[in-house]
């Protein structure tokens, strides 16, 4: 799941589906706690477009339509489909398969394991059981997945292959989050995640270098890491041991963490923007380092007496992607950096930081935007009509470009998720 977009996938007879992502979309829980309704009165009255929370709430609707339509039977995803000539693209990523299976993961979390529709609750099964059939452990009885297909693997099963240490630390936040929606009370399937997601956890923590950076990729015969570290990677497995530490008890990986926060913004932000204001290395950090900011600067970690100032650096990264790299506007779909966007957000409007009027503002102009790639929502009636059971909850790439990609959709529904929880 690289930075540029988001995505997800599958489903089928669009009547049934359509009402049970309805539910979905209306529904509110585990990690995505609703917040008080707040009004807002006090943001710019010349911000321009905005969008309701009804029609976010439509938008995670659909986008859990599309998602569960194009889960294969095996529990990985169709890559991308062109909605105009009903034609799959035959590429593939490991690392956007494992952001769609966070993605289904972040979905059930937010309807809540009470209220998640059968559908979704048997599309995360699918889909974790796919990756960790697919999973192999170190020496040291470390788990990481192995995708068995598409460019990282090859026909023979990855057995010479290697992926980007984003793959795994996808795929542990999928099962993080997955346990995470699960009620205390449950003693079958939340003892056996959580030991798993202990396991996947144990690799990204013993795969980060000295200096605080992660290899960009692990060989699947050992796990072993191979490469330069990538801002992607970085960002990606900061954010995953972080939701351990915060939501799992895991205050033992708080040295590493501590370390791969400093280095990952010194290399990635410092160095980076040093080099290019307007930074490639900081656009692939921006939303994953902005997710892990918040949560840092919002737990027990974030308010120690020396804490680096997280706060400040998420708040920093936000003034930079919307003045510096001028996010709104952009031409093709930016509904990642809206993750960070509304993290951002929410961090400010705890603060009472002026700042927080123009993040709303650039939340609800971006949105609004991006609602109109997005197929069966009324906001996209320039994109034309459909009954294609395939299409419908698909976000384009861009605004006349019609392949829907899985992790175009899963960043952007992510996002949407957020600001449902954190713009009204």
Not at 27 to 43: H, K, L, Y
Not at 65 to 75: E, V
Not at 315 to 342: F, K, Q, S
Request: charged letters at 25%.
């Amino acid at each position: 799941m690289r930075v540029q977009s988001g995505a997800m996938t599958p489903r089928g007879r669009i009547i049934v589906f359509v009402g049970i992502a309805l539910a979905i979309g209306v529904a509110v829980g585990s990690r995505f706690r609703g917040q008080p309704e707040v009004s807002d009165a006090n943001e710019e009255e010349e911000c321009g477009a905005r969008v309701t929370k009804e029609e976010l709430e439509r938008s995670v609707a659909i986008g859990t339509q599309f998602m569960i339509a194009h889960q294969k039977p095996a529990g990985n995803f169709d890559y991308e489909y062109d909605w105009k000539t009903k034609q799959y693209s035959n590429d593939d990523n490991s690392a956007r398969q494992s952001g769609a299976l966070w993605g289904l993961s972040l979905l059930h979390a937010f309807a809540g394991a009470d209220k998640a529709s059968p559908e979704l609750e048997a599309a995360l099964g699918r889909g974790l059981a796919y990756f960790d059939d697919a999973s192999r452990t170190t020496q040291d009885g470390w788990r990481y997945p192995v995708y068995p297909a598409g460019e990282d693997g090859g026909a023979d099963g990855g057995a010479t292959g290697s992926a980007p240490i984003g793959t795994a630390a996808l795929v542990t936040l999928a099962v993080l989050d997955y346990v995470r929606s699960l009620p205390a009370s449950d003693q079958v399937e939340r003892p056996r995640w959580a030991k798993r997601a202990d396991e996947y956890v144990g690799f990204l923590a013993t795969s980060i270098r000295k200096d605080g950076t992660w290899p960009g990729e692990y060989r699947f015969e050992t796990g072993a890491g191979a490469g330069a570290h990538s801002p992607y990677s970085d960002g990606e497995a900061l954010l995953a041991l972080v939701t351990a530490m915060k939501y799992h008890g895991r205050d033992d990986l708080r040295p590493v963490i501590l370390r791969a926060a400093i280095e990952g913004h010194r290399v990635n932000v410092e160095q980076a923007r040093a080099k290019n204001a307007d930074s490639a290395t900081t656009k692939g950090y921006y939303q994953w380092s902005s997710m892990a900011y918040y949560e840092l600067a919002t737990s027990a970690m974030g308010e120690a007496p020396d804490a680096p100032p997280y706060g400040e650096w998420l708040m920093d990264l936000a003034d930079w992607i919307i003045d510096v790299h001028r996010i709104v506007g952009r031409p093709r779909n930016t509904g990642y950096a809206y993750e960070g966007i509304v993290s951002a957000l929410a961090w400010a409007k705890a603060k009472k930081d002026p700042r927080a009027d123009k993040l709303a503002c650039t939340t609800h102009r971006g949105l609004s935007n991006l609602l109109g790639w997005q197929v069966g929502h009324p906001r996209a009636d320039k994109l034309g009509a459909t009954d294609d059971p395939k299409a419908v909850g698909g976000v384009q790439n861009h605004a006349t470009e019609s392949p829907l990609r899985i992790d175009v959709v899963q960043h952007q529904m992510h996002a949407t998720m957020l600001a449902i929880e954190h713009l009204f």
